[in-house]
Protein backbone atom coordinates (compact mmCIF):
# COMPACT_ATOMS: atom_id res chain seq x y z
CA UNK A 1 0.00 0.00 0.00
CA UNK A 2 1.20 3.36 -0.87
CA UNK A 3 0.06 6.51 1.29
CA UNK A 4 0.90 10.19 0.33
CA UNK A 5 0.47 12.67 3.08
CA UNK A 6 -0.12 16.19 1.55
CA UNK A 7 1.11 18.42 4.55
CA UNK A 8 1.83 22.49 4.92
CA UNK A 9 2.68 23.98 8.22
CA UNK A 10 -0.60 24.40 9.84
CA UNK A 11 -1.47 21.92 13.17
CA UNK A 12 -4.09 19.96 11.15
CA UNK A 13 -1.63 18.59 8.64
CA UNK A 14 0.21 17.40 12.01
CA UNK A 15 -2.54 15.69 13.35
CA UNK A 16 -2.73 13.94 9.38
CA UNK A 17 0.99 12.45 10.07
CA UNK A 18 -0.52 11.22 13.16
CA UNK A 19 -3.31 9.65 11.48
CA UNK A 20 -1.20 8.18 8.43
CA UNK A 21 1.24 7.44 11.31
CA UNK A 22 -1.27 5.10 13.12
CA UNK A 23 -2.43 3.68 9.15
CA UNK A 24 1.10 2.60 8.80
CA UNK A 25 1.93 1.08 11.91
CA UNK A 26 -0.88 -1.33 10.91
CA UNK A 27 -0.33 -1.63 7.34
CA UNK A 28 3.78 -0.97 7.15
CA UNK A 29 2.62 1.03 3.70
CA UNK A 30 4.73 3.03 1.83
CA UNK A 31 4.43 6.86 2.49
CA UNK A 32 5.24 10.13 1.16
CA UNK A 33 5.13 13.15 3.09
CA UNK A 34 4.09 15.89 0.23
CA UNK A 35 5.04 19.47 1.07
CA UNK A 36 3.58 21.71 -1.91
CA UNK A 37 4.88 25.23 -2.11
CA UNK A 38 2.58 27.27 -4.15
CA UNK A 39 3.92 29.70 -6.14
CA UNK A 40 2.38 33.24 -5.31
CA UNK A 41 0.03 31.85 -3.10
CA UNK A 42 1.93 31.11 0.27
CA UNK A 43 0.27 31.73 3.09
CA UNK A 44 2.74 33.09 5.18
CA UNK A 45 5.69 34.11 3.00
CA UNK A 46 5.65 36.35 -0.02
CA UNK A 47 5.76 33.89 -3.46
CA UNK A 48 8.68 31.65 -4.13
CA UNK A 49 10.11 30.69 -7.31
CA UNK A 50 12.45 27.67 -7.57
CA UNK A 51 15.67 29.37 -7.48
CA UNK A 52 14.33 31.71 -4.09
CA UNK A 53 14.01 28.41 -1.69
CA UNK A 54 16.36 26.44 0.18
CA UNK A 55 16.56 24.46 3.09
CA UNK A 56 16.24 27.16 5.52
CA UNK A 57 12.54 27.86 3.67
CA UNK A 58 10.12 26.60 6.87
CA UNK A 59 8.40 23.98 5.00
CA UNK A 60 11.79 21.08 4.73
CA UNK A 61 11.93 22.13 8.45
CA UNK A 62 8.21 21.19 8.69
CA UNK A 63 8.73 18.37 6.80
CA UNK A 64 11.82 17.02 8.86
CA UNK A 65 9.71 17.19 12.08
CA UNK A 66 6.66 15.36 10.70
CA UNK A 67 9.14 12.48 9.59
CA UNK A 68 10.46 12.71 13.31
CA UNK A 69 6.72 12.43 14.62
CA UNK A 70 6.13 9.44 12.19
CA UNK A 71 9.34 7.67 13.10
CA UNK A 72 7.93 8.39 17.10
CA UNK A 73 5.26 5.95 16.42
CA UNK A 74 7.28 3.21 15.75
CA UNK A 75 9.59 1.73 18.10
CA UNK A 76 13.17 1.73 17.22
CA UNK A 77 13.70 -2.29 16.45
CA UNK A 78 10.73 -3.00 14.63
CA UNK A 79 10.54 0.19 12.85
CA UNK A 80 9.92 -0.76 8.89
CA UNK A 81 11.35 2.54 8.14
CA UNK A 82 14.86 2.30 9.69
CA UNK A 83 17.75 2.42 7.27
CA UNK A 84 19.54 -0.55 8.84
CA UNK A 85 22.88 -1.67 7.13
CA UNK A 86 25.04 -0.01 3.96
CA UNK A 87 26.95 -1.52 1.52
CA UNK A 88 27.77 -1.38 -2.33
CA UNK A 89 25.47 -2.66 -4.82
CA UNK A 90 25.08 -1.91 -8.85
CA UNK A 91 22.60 1.30 -9.21
CA UNK A 92 21.75 2.00 -13.21
CA UNK A 93 22.37 5.61 -13.36
CA UNK A 94 20.98 6.05 -16.82
CA UNK A 95 19.71 3.37 -19.19
CA UNK A 96 22.76 0.59 -19.64
CA UNK A 97 24.95 2.65 -17.35
CA UNK A 98 25.13 0.94 -14.11
CA UNK A 99 27.25 1.90 -11.27
CA UNK A 100 28.32 0.51 -7.40
CA UNK A 101 27.42 2.52 -5.11
CA UNK A 102 27.70 2.90 -1.07
CA UNK A 103 23.66 2.65 -0.28
CA UNK A 104 21.66 2.80 2.75
CA UNK A 105 19.77 -0.47 2.45
CA UNK A 106 17.32 -2.64 3.75
CA UNK A 107 14.57 -0.34 5.10
CA UNK A 108 11.65 -2.79 4.81
CA UNK A 109 9.27 0.41 3.83
CA UNK A 110 10.29 3.60 2.32
CA UNK A 111 9.30 6.80 4.23
CA UNK A 112 10.36 9.84 1.83
CA UNK A 113 9.68 13.59 2.11
CA UNK A 114 9.12 15.30 -0.75
CA UNK A 115 8.36 18.96 -1.69
CA UNK A 116 6.90 20.40 -4.88
CA UNK A 117 6.79 23.79 -6.38
CA UNK A 118 3.35 25.44 -7.77
CA UNK A 119 -0.35 24.47 -7.79
CA UNK A 120 -1.24 22.72 -4.17
CA UNK A 121 -4.17 20.36 -5.64
CA UNK A 122 -2.04 19.56 -9.08
CA UNK A 123 0.62 19.09 -7.31
CA UNK A 124 -0.55 16.88 -4.98
CA UNK A 125 -2.57 15.07 -7.97
CA UNK A 126 0.57 14.69 -9.89
CA UNK A 127 2.68 13.24 -6.93
CA UNK A 128 -0.21 10.92 -6.20
CA UNK A 129 -0.40 10.09 -10.06
CA UNK A 130 3.41 9.47 -10.86
CA UNK A 131 3.69 7.15 -7.90
CA UNK A 132 0.83 5.18 -7.93
CA UNK A 133 -0.42 6.13 -4.97
CA UNK A 134 -3.16 4.02 -2.78
CA UNK A 135 -4.13 6.32 -0.53
CA UNK A 136 -3.99 10.56 -0.11
CA UNK A 137 -4.17 12.04 3.27
CA UNK A 138 -4.80 15.72 3.37
CA UNK A 139 -6.24 17.95 6.32
CA UNK A 140 -7.98 21.21 6.64
CA UNK A 141 -8.69 23.92 8.14
CA UNK A 142 -12.34 23.06 9.64
CA UNK A 143 -13.22 26.20 11.35
CA UNK A 144 -12.98 27.98 8.02
CA UNK A 145 -14.67 26.14 6.21
CA UNK A 146 -11.80 23.62 5.09
CA UNK A 147 -8.89 25.57 3.99
CA UNK A 148 -5.70 24.36 2.94
CA UNK A 149 -2.90 27.06 3.62
CA UNK A 150 -5.09 29.73 3.60
CA UNK A 151 -6.72 28.61 -0.17
CA UNK A 152 -10.29 27.44 -0.30
CA UNK A 153 -11.00 24.56 -2.15
CA UNK A 154 -7.95 22.35 -2.23
CA UNK A 155 -8.88 19.25 -0.35
CA UNK A 156 -11.93 19.63 -2.41
CA UNK A 157 -10.32 19.30 -5.93
CA UNK A 158 -7.88 16.87 -4.75
CA UNK A 159 -10.89 14.38 -3.94
CA UNK A 160 -12.93 15.24 -6.82
CA UNK A 161 -10.26 14.49 -9.26
CA UNK A 162 -7.95 12.15 -7.63
CA UNK A 163 -8.12 8.42 -9.35
CA UNK A 164 -6.96 6.73 -5.87
CA UNK A 165 -8.94 7.18 -2.12
CA UNK A 166 -8.42 9.86 -0.31
CA UNK A 167 -9.35 10.87 3.13
CA UNK A 168 -9.82 14.37 4.60
CA UNK A 169 -9.07 14.18 7.79
CA UNK A 170 -10.48 16.30 10.31
CA UNK A 171 -8.87 17.07 13.70
CA UNK A 172 -11.43 18.10 16.33
CA UNK A 173 -13.71 15.05 16.46
CA UNK A 174 -12.57 11.30 18.02
CA UNK A 175 -14.34 9.10 15.75
CA UNK A 176 -16.72 6.73 17.29
CA UNK A 177 -18.11 5.54 14.38
CA UNK A 178 -17.28 5.03 10.61
CA UNK A 179 -20.06 4.96 8.21
CA UNK A 180 -19.69 3.66 4.71
CA UNK A 181 -22.26 4.16 1.59
CA UNK A 182 -21.31 1.24 -0.51
CA UNK A 183 -20.86 1.12 -4.18
CA UNK A 184 -23.08 -1.98 -4.91
CA UNK A 185 -21.02 -3.43 -7.75
CA UNK A 186 -17.15 -2.45 -6.69
CA UNK A 187 -16.42 -3.12 -3.81
CA UNK A 188 -12.07 -3.87 -4.02
CA UNK A 189 -10.91 -5.80 -0.92
CA UNK A 190 -8.27 -3.17 -0.69
CA UNK A 191 -11.73 -0.34 -0.01
CA UNK A 192 -12.84 -2.99 2.88
CA UNK A 193 -9.19 -3.57 4.30
CA UNK A 194 -8.96 0.37 4.06
CA UNK A 195 -12.19 0.54 6.52
CA UNK A 196 -11.15 -2.25 8.27
CA UNK A 197 -7.83 -0.36 9.09
CA UNK A 198 -9.23 2.68 10.19
CA UNK A 199 -11.79 1.00 12.24
CA UNK A 200 -9.35 -0.17 14.56
CA UNK A 201 -7.24 3.07 13.75
CA UNK A 202 -10.18 4.61 15.98
CA UNK A 203 -11.53 1.72 17.63
CA UNK A 204 -15.09 3.24 16.43
CA UNK A 205 -18.24 1.17 15.10
CA UNK A 206 -18.37 0.49 11.59
CA UNK A 207 -21.67 1.04 10.12
CA UNK A 208 -22.53 -0.13 6.16
CA UNK A 209 -24.91 1.39 4.06
CA UNK A 210 -26.87 0.08 1.61
CA UNK A 211 -28.47 1.89 -1.11
CA UNK A 212 -32.29 1.53 -2.55
CA UNK A 213 -33.70 2.71 -5.02
CA UNK A 214 -37.51 1.87 -3.68
CA UNK A 215 -38.93 0.34 -0.18
CA UNK A 216 -36.29 -2.92 -0.42
CA UNK A 217 -32.77 -3.96 -1.46
CA UNK A 218 -32.19 -5.52 -4.84
CA UNK A 219 -31.20 -9.06 -4.26
CA UNK A 220 -28.10 -9.40 -5.69
CA UNK A 221 -27.07 -6.02 -3.52
CA UNK A 222 -28.36 -8.22 -0.26
CA UNK A 223 -25.89 -10.74 -1.05
CA UNK A 224 -23.38 -8.47 -1.98
CA UNK A 225 -23.69 -6.56 1.71
CA UNK A 226 -24.31 -9.96 3.35
CA UNK A 227 -20.45 -10.96 2.22
CA UNK A 228 -19.61 -7.39 3.47
CA UNK A 229 -20.82 -8.43 6.58
CA UNK A 230 -19.43 -11.21 7.09
CA UNK A 231 -16.10 -10.53 5.36
CA UNK A 232 -16.31 -7.80 9.11
CA UNK A 233 -17.64 -10.40 11.51
CA UNK A 234 -14.93 -13.15 10.93
CA UNK A 235 -12.21 -10.28 11.55
CA UNK A 236 -14.21 -9.47 15.13
CA UNK A 237 -16.08 -6.35 13.92
CA UNK A 238 -19.61 -6.15 14.10
CA UNK A 239 -20.66 -4.32 11.71
CA UNK A 240 -24.68 -2.30 11.73
CA UNK A 241 -26.48 -2.37 8.27
CA UNK A 242 -28.70 0.40 7.47
CA UNK A 243 -30.92 0.75 4.29
CA UNK A 244 -30.91 4.07 2.98
CA UNK A 245 -33.52 5.55 -0.11
CA UNK A 246 -31.52 7.25 -3.04
CA UNK A 247 -34.19 10.13 -2.52
CA UNK A 248 -32.83 10.59 1.09
CA UNK A 249 -29.23 10.39 1.01
CA UNK A 250 -28.59 14.14 1.03
CA UNK A 251 -30.12 13.97 4.30
CA UNK A 252 -28.38 10.83 5.36
CA UNK A 253 -25.17 11.67 4.93
CA UNK A 254 -25.51 15.53 6.24
CA UNK A 255 -27.13 13.96 9.07
CA UNK A 256 -24.24 11.26 9.55
CA UNK A 257 -21.31 13.46 8.81
CA UNK A 258 -22.42 15.11 11.85
CA UNK A 259 -21.19 12.07 14.18
CA UNK A 260 -19.00 10.24 11.99
CA UNK A 261 -16.61 9.58 9.85
CA UNK A 262 -18.24 8.98 6.21
CA UNK A 263 -16.48 6.80 3.89
CA UNK A 264 -18.15 7.07 0.27
CA UNK A 265 -17.38 4.42 -2.14
CA UNK A 266 -16.69 6.60 -5.56
CA UNK A 267 -15.99 4.63 -8.70
CA UNK A 268 -16.38 5.79 -12.19
CA UNK A 269 -19.50 3.50 -12.77
CA UNK A 270 -20.82 3.91 -9.11
CA UNK A 271 -23.99 4.88 -8.51
CA UNK A 272 -22.76 7.06 -6.07
CA UNK A 273 -20.38 9.22 -8.58
CA UNK A 274 -24.46 9.80 -10.10
CA UNK A 275 -26.46 10.77 -7.07
CA UNK A 276 -23.73 12.40 -5.13
CA UNK A 277 -22.17 14.89 -7.77
CA UNK A 278 -18.70 16.59 -7.25
CA UNK A 279 -20.31 19.83 -5.78
CA UNK A 280 -22.46 17.81 -3.46
CA UNK A 281 -19.14 16.05 -2.60
CA UNK A 282 -17.43 19.33 -1.84
CA UNK A 283 -20.09 20.86 0.44
CA UNK A 284 -19.85 17.49 2.42
CA UNK A 285 -15.93 17.88 2.39
CA UNK A 286 -16.21 22.01 3.61
CA UNK A 287 -19.35 21.50 6.09
CA UNK A 288 -18.49 17.74 7.82
CA UNK A 289 -17.60 18.15 11.32
CA UNK A 290 -15.62 14.55 10.70
CA UNK A 291 -13.10 13.48 8.42
CA UNK A 292 -14.77 11.86 4.96
CA UNK A 293 -12.77 8.89 3.47
CA UNK A 294 -13.73 8.81 -0.19
CA UNK A 295 -12.82 5.28 -1.78
CA UNK A 296 -12.11 4.32 -5.10
CA UNK B 1 -37.75 -24.64 26.65
CA UNK B 2 -38.69 -21.48 25.18
CA UNK B 3 -40.05 -22.26 21.79
CA UNK B 4 -39.68 -19.89 19.33
CA UNK B 5 -40.54 -19.15 15.51
CA UNK B 6 -38.64 -17.76 13.24
CA UNK B 7 -39.89 -16.24 9.54
CA UNK B 8 -37.30 -17.08 6.84
CA UNK B 9 -37.00 -16.58 3.20
CA UNK B 10 -34.25 -16.25 1.06
CA UNK B 11 -33.47 -12.13 2.15
CA UNK B 12 -30.56 -10.85 4.03
CA UNK B 13 -33.09 -9.51 7.04
CA UNK B 14 -33.86 -12.95 7.34
CA UNK B 15 -30.30 -13.96 7.18
CA UNK B 16 -29.89 -11.50 10.00
CA UNK B 17 -32.28 -12.47 12.12
CA UNK B 18 -31.55 -16.22 12.51
CA UNK B 19 -27.98 -15.60 13.09
CA UNK B 20 -29.64 -13.50 16.12
CA UNK B 21 -31.75 -16.09 17.25
CA UNK B 22 -28.94 -18.59 17.12
CA UNK B 23 -26.63 -16.43 19.09
CA UNK B 24 -29.11 -15.96 21.38
CA UNK B 25 -30.14 -19.52 21.56
CA UNK B 26 -26.41 -20.18 22.60
CA UNK B 27 -27.22 -18.03 25.48
CA UNK B 28 -30.79 -19.53 26.69
CA UNK B 29 -31.06 -22.89 25.10
CA UNK B 30 -33.77 -21.40 22.93
CA UNK B 31 -36.13 -24.13 20.30
CA UNK B 32 -35.73 -22.16 17.44
CA UNK B 33 -38.49 -23.52 14.99
CA UNK B 34 -38.46 -22.04 11.17
CA UNK B 35 -40.82 -21.07 8.85
CA UNK B 36 -41.23 -20.41 5.20
CA UNK B 37 -44.35 -19.01 3.48
CA UNK B 38 -43.86 -18.75 -0.16
CA UNK B 39 -46.55 -15.40 -0.17
CA UNK B 40 -49.43 -15.88 -2.45
CA UNK B 41 -50.62 -12.60 -1.68
CA UNK B 42 -47.36 -10.59 -3.10
CA UNK B 43 -45.94 -12.90 -5.15
CA UNK B 44 -47.06 -14.67 -8.18
CA UNK B 45 -50.60 -15.52 -8.96
CA UNK B 46 -51.66 -19.58 -9.06
CA UNK B 47 -51.79 -20.63 -12.69
CA UNK B 48 -55.23 -22.14 -12.66
CA UNK B 49 -57.17 -24.35 -9.68
CA UNK B 50 -57.02 -27.39 -8.52
CA UNK B 51 -54.23 -30.21 -9.94
CA UNK B 52 -52.48 -27.69 -11.39
CA UNK B 53 -52.54 -25.49 -8.73
CA UNK B 54 -51.50 -27.45 -6.33
CA UNK B 55 -48.29 -29.01 -8.79
CA UNK B 56 -47.55 -24.99 -8.91
CA UNK B 57 -47.09 -24.72 -5.73
CA UNK B 58 -45.26 -27.96 -4.90
CA UNK B 59 -43.08 -26.34 -7.38
CA UNK B 60 -42.58 -23.14 -5.70
CA UNK B 61 -41.63 -25.08 -2.47
CA UNK B 62 -39.07 -27.22 -3.90
CA UNK B 63 -37.31 -24.39 -5.16
CA UNK B 64 -37.04 -21.78 -2.30
CA UNK B 65 -36.95 -25.48 -0.03
CA UNK B 66 -33.12 -25.69 -1.32
CA UNK B 67 -31.82 -22.25 -0.57
CA UNK B 68 -33.53 -22.14 2.72
CA UNK B 69 -32.52 -25.38 3.87
CA UNK B 70 -28.89 -24.88 2.82
CA UNK B 71 -29.16 -21.50 4.75
CA UNK B 72 -30.19 -23.24 7.80
CA UNK B 73 -27.72 -26.15 7.14
CA UNK B 74 -24.94 -23.49 7.01
CA UNK B 75 -26.14 -22.33 10.54
CA UNK B 76 -27.00 -25.72 12.02
CA UNK B 77 -23.43 -26.99 13.47
CA UNK B 78 -23.35 -23.52 15.67
CA UNK B 79 -27.07 -23.77 16.26
CA UNK B 80 -28.35 -27.23 17.34
CA UNK B 81 -31.67 -25.88 18.51
CA UNK B 82 -32.22 -24.86 14.89
CA UNK B 83 -35.57 -26.56 13.25
CA UNK B 84 -35.76 -28.00 9.88
CA UNK B 85 -38.24 -25.05 8.16
CA UNK B 86 -41.70 -25.72 8.10
CA UNK B 87 -43.03 -24.86 4.99
CA UNK B 88 -46.07 -23.40 3.22
CA UNK B 89 -48.13 -21.57 0.46
CA UNK B 90 -50.32 -18.77 1.13
CA UNK B 91 -50.93 -15.32 2.59
CA UNK B 92 -47.77 -14.88 4.75
CA UNK B 93 -49.75 -13.06 7.61
CA UNK B 94 -52.35 -15.59 7.51
CA UNK B 95 -49.79 -18.38 7.41
CA UNK B 96 -48.17 -17.46 10.41
CA UNK B 97 -51.10 -16.45 12.61
CA UNK B 98 -52.38 -19.94 11.93
CA UNK B 99 -49.10 -21.61 12.78
CA UNK B 100 -49.08 -19.30 16.20
CA UNK B 101 -52.49 -20.73 16.79
CA UNK B 102 -51.85 -24.12 16.26
CA UNK B 103 -48.81 -24.44 17.88
CA UNK B 104 -48.24 -22.48 21.58
CA UNK B 105 -45.32 -20.60 20.82
CA UNK B 106 -43.19 -17.99 23.66
CA UNK B 107 -41.56 -15.83 20.80
CA UNK B 108 -42.06 -14.71 17.32
CA UNK B 109 -38.98 -13.63 15.49
CA UNK B 110 -38.20 -11.74 12.09
CA UNK B 111 -36.06 -9.81 10.44
CA UNK B 112 -36.28 -6.22 9.74
CA UNK B 113 -33.85 -4.33 8.29
CA UNK B 114 -32.65 -1.04 9.90
CA UNK B 115 -33.73 2.31 7.61
CA UNK B 116 -33.09 5.37 7.45
CA UNK B 117 -36.86 5.95 6.65
CA UNK B 118 -38.85 4.81 9.21
CA UNK B 119 -42.12 4.14 8.21
CA UNK B 120 -41.38 0.24 7.15
CA UNK B 121 -40.68 -0.18 10.95
CA UNK B 122 -44.10 1.92 11.85
CA UNK B 123 -45.70 0.26 9.26
CA UNK B 124 -45.09 -3.50 10.90
CA UNK B 125 -47.14 -2.39 13.99
CA UNK B 126 -50.22 -1.66 11.96
CA UNK B 127 -50.27 -4.99 10.57
CA UNK B 128 -52.82 -7.86 11.07
CA UNK B 129 -50.10 -10.11 12.20
CA UNK B 130 -48.56 -7.87 14.15
CA UNK B 131 -51.80 -6.46 15.94
CA UNK B 132 -53.18 -10.26 16.33
CA UNK B 133 -49.93 -11.89 17.85
CA UNK B 134 -49.98 -12.71 21.24
CA UNK B 135 -46.68 -13.75 22.26
CA UNK B 136 -43.81 -11.10 22.32
CA UNK B 137 -42.22 -10.24 18.89
CA UNK B 138 -38.51 -9.61 17.96
CA UNK B 139 -37.67 -7.64 15.15
CA UNK B 140 -33.70 -7.74 14.46
CA UNK B 141 -32.63 -5.14 12.99
CA UNK B 142 -28.48 -6.19 12.95
CA UNK B 143 -26.83 -8.99 14.34
CA UNK B 144 -24.28 -7.08 16.69
CA UNK B 145 -23.02 -7.93 19.94
CA UNK B 146 -25.74 -9.74 22.37
CA UNK B 147 -23.92 -8.20 25.33
CA UNK B 148 -26.14 -6.11 26.91
CA UNK B 149 -29.72 -5.51 26.80
CA UNK B 150 -32.21 -2.33 27.79
CA UNK B 151 -35.32 -2.37 29.30
CA UNK B 152 -37.12 0.47 28.51
CA UNK B 153 -39.58 1.98 30.87
CA UNK B 154 -42.61 5.26 30.51
CA UNK B 155 -44.54 6.17 33.32
CA UNK B 156 -47.70 3.90 31.87
CA UNK B 157 -45.65 0.69 30.97
CA UNK B 158 -47.37 -2.01 32.91
CA UNK B 159 -44.65 -3.95 34.49
CA UNK B 160 -46.64 -7.09 34.51
CA UNK B 161 -46.96 -7.08 31.37
CA UNK B 162 -42.92 -7.03 30.27
CA UNK B 163 -40.77 -8.25 32.95
CA UNK B 164 -42.39 -11.75 33.04
CA UNK B 165 -42.39 -12.34 29.59
CA UNK B 166 -38.47 -10.70 29.38
CA UNK B 167 -37.88 -13.06 31.98
CA UNK B 168 -39.57 -16.00 30.55
CA UNK B 169 -38.36 -15.01 27.02
CA UNK B 170 -34.31 -14.14 27.93
CA UNK B 171 -34.41 -17.30 31.31
CA UNK B 172 -30.60 -17.69 31.13
CA UNK B 173 -29.03 -15.59 28.99
CA UNK B 174 -25.91 -13.90 29.87
CA UNK B 175 -26.60 -10.86 29.23
CA UNK B 176 -25.50 -7.26 31.11
CA UNK B 177 -29.09 -5.64 31.89
CA UNK B 178 -30.14 -1.63 32.45
CA UNK B 179 -33.17 -0.17 32.83
CA UNK B 180 -34.06 3.55 31.00
CA UNK B 181 -37.13 5.50 32.45
CA UNK B 182 -37.52 7.29 29.41
CA UNK B 183 -39.67 10.83 29.31
CA UNK B 184 -41.02 11.16 25.73
CA UNK B 185 -41.29 14.78 24.96
CA UNK B 186 -42.01 16.01 21.24
CA UNK B 187 -38.85 17.26 18.98
CA UNK B 188 -37.82 20.44 20.41
CA UNK B 189 -37.59 20.25 23.94
CA UNK B 190 -34.63 18.72 24.55
CA UNK B 191 -33.22 17.60 27.82
CA UNK B 192 -31.20 14.91 29.40
CA UNK B 193 -31.53 14.07 33.09
CA UNK B 194 -29.36 11.22 34.82
CA UNK B 195 -29.64 10.14 38.05
CA UNK B 196 -30.18 12.25 41.15
CA UNK B 197 -30.64 15.39 39.03
CA UNK B 198 -33.39 13.72 37.48
CA UNK B 199 -35.10 12.60 40.51
CA UNK B 200 -35.27 16.35 41.63
CA UNK B 201 -36.88 17.76 38.51
CA UNK B 202 -39.26 15.34 37.27
CA UNK B 203 -42.53 13.49 39.25
CA UNK B 204 -40.26 11.75 41.72
CA UNK B 205 -42.42 9.54 43.04
CA UNK B 206 -43.17 8.32 39.39
CA UNK B 207 -39.96 7.68 38.31
CA UNK B 208 -39.15 6.10 42.26
CA UNK B 209 -42.42 4.02 42.13
CA UNK B 210 -41.59 2.64 38.35
CA UNK B 211 -37.70 1.86 38.71
CA UNK B 212 -37.61 0.75 41.89
CA UNK B 213 -41.04 -1.60 41.18
CA UNK B 214 -39.27 -2.87 37.89
CA UNK B 215 -35.59 -3.46 40.00
CA UNK B 216 -37.68 -5.47 42.61
CA UNK B 217 -39.70 -7.28 39.84
CA UNK B 218 -36.02 -8.36 38.28
CA UNK B 219 -34.67 -9.12 41.21
CA UNK B 220 -37.35 -11.57 41.68
CA UNK B 221 -36.39 -13.60 39.04
CA UNK B 222 -32.96 -13.60 39.71
CA UNK B 223 -31.76 -10.24 37.08
CA UNK B 224 -30.28 -7.35 38.53
CA UNK B 225 -29.87 -4.25 36.34
CA UNK B 226 -26.56 -2.49 36.53
CA UNK B 227 -27.50 0.90 35.55
CA UNK B 228 -31.14 2.98 36.01
CA UNK B 229 -31.47 6.46 34.21
CA UNK B 230 -33.80 8.71 33.45
CA UNK B 231 -33.99 10.36 29.79
CA UNK B 232 -36.40 12.92 29.00
CA UNK B 233 -36.44 13.79 25.24
CA UNK B 234 -37.33 13.70 21.83
CA UNK B 235 -37.18 9.95 20.60
CA UNK B 236 -34.71 10.82 18.01
CA UNK B 237 -32.36 12.22 20.81
CA UNK B 238 -32.65 8.91 23.28
CA UNK B 239 -31.50 7.43 20.76
CA UNK B 240 -28.03 7.68 21.17
CA UNK B 241 -28.19 6.24 24.46
CA UNK B 242 -29.18 2.86 22.91
CA UNK B 243 -26.61 2.79 20.82
CA UNK B 244 -24.05 0.39 22.87
CA UNK B 245 -27.17 -2.16 23.50
CA UNK B 246 -27.70 -5.18 21.59
CA UNK B 247 -31.53 -5.75 22.44
CA UNK B 248 -33.45 -3.35 23.47
CA UNK B 249 -37.04 -4.27 25.30
CA UNK B 250 -40.25 -2.53 25.83
CA UNK B 251 -43.90 -2.72 25.82
CA UNK B 252 -46.48 -1.31 23.60
CA UNK B 253 -50.92 -0.97 24.25
CA UNK B 254 -52.31 -2.50 21.07
CA UNK B 255 -54.21 0.50 20.87
CA UNK B 256 -52.39 3.19 20.46
CA UNK B 257 -49.11 1.30 19.64
CA UNK B 258 -49.00 3.13 15.91
CA UNK B 259 -49.08 6.70 17.27
CA UNK B 260 -46.86 5.82 20.19
CA UNK B 261 -43.48 7.74 20.50
CA UNK B 262 -42.29 4.75 22.39
CA UNK B 263 -42.61 2.69 18.68
CA UNK B 264 -41.14 5.57 17.35
CA UNK B 265 -38.62 5.34 19.46
CA UNK B 266 -38.25 1.89 18.69
CA UNK B 267 -37.60 2.78 15.13
CA UNK B 268 -34.51 5.01 15.35
CA UNK B 269 -32.86 1.93 17.62
CA UNK B 270 -30.31 0.18 14.83
CA UNK B 271 -30.07 -3.40 16.97
CA UNK B 272 -33.07 -5.65 17.68
CA UNK B 273 -36.05 -4.70 19.65
CA UNK B 274 -38.22 -6.85 21.63
CA UNK B 275 -41.58 -5.62 22.14
CA UNK B 276 -44.13 -7.20 24.69
CA UNK B 277 -48.04 -6.33 23.98
CA UNK B 278 -49.96 -4.56 27.01
Redesign the interface.
Known amino acids: MRILVAVDRNPYSANSVEVVAKLAANTWANVTILGVLSKGHSQSSSPVSSQEWNMEHPLPKALQDYQKTFLSHFKEEECPYTQRDFGYELVERRKGVWEELYVAKSARKNLRARIRMGNPAKEILAEAQEEEMDLIVIGCDHSSGCEWEGLGGIPQKVVNDATCSVLVAKEEKTVNRIVCCLDHDLVSQQSLEMINQLVTLHNAKLEIVGLTEGDELKIEVERKMDAILQYYTTRGLEPLIEIVELSSLDAFISQEAKWGLMALWMGKKSILEKVFPRRKVSKLIQGSESSVLILR | MIRALIFVD ?3 AS ?2 ALRYACRLAKQTGMDLQTIHIEDTEHGDTPPGTGWVKSTWEKGLLVSAGAEISQLINELKPTCPTLRKPKMCVGARETEILRELEHTPYDLFIEGG ?5 KS ?1 FLGRFGTKLYREISCPILVV ?5 IKKAVILIEDTTDLWSLIPRFFRTLEGADLELDILHVKLQKPGRLSFKEGAEAMKTSSVEDVDKIIISAKQMLGETGWSPQKTRVIRDAPAGIVDSL ?1 EYGLVVSCLSRQTARKSSMLELLSHV ?2 AVLVCWQ
Open positions: NRLRILFSFNGKNVGDQPS
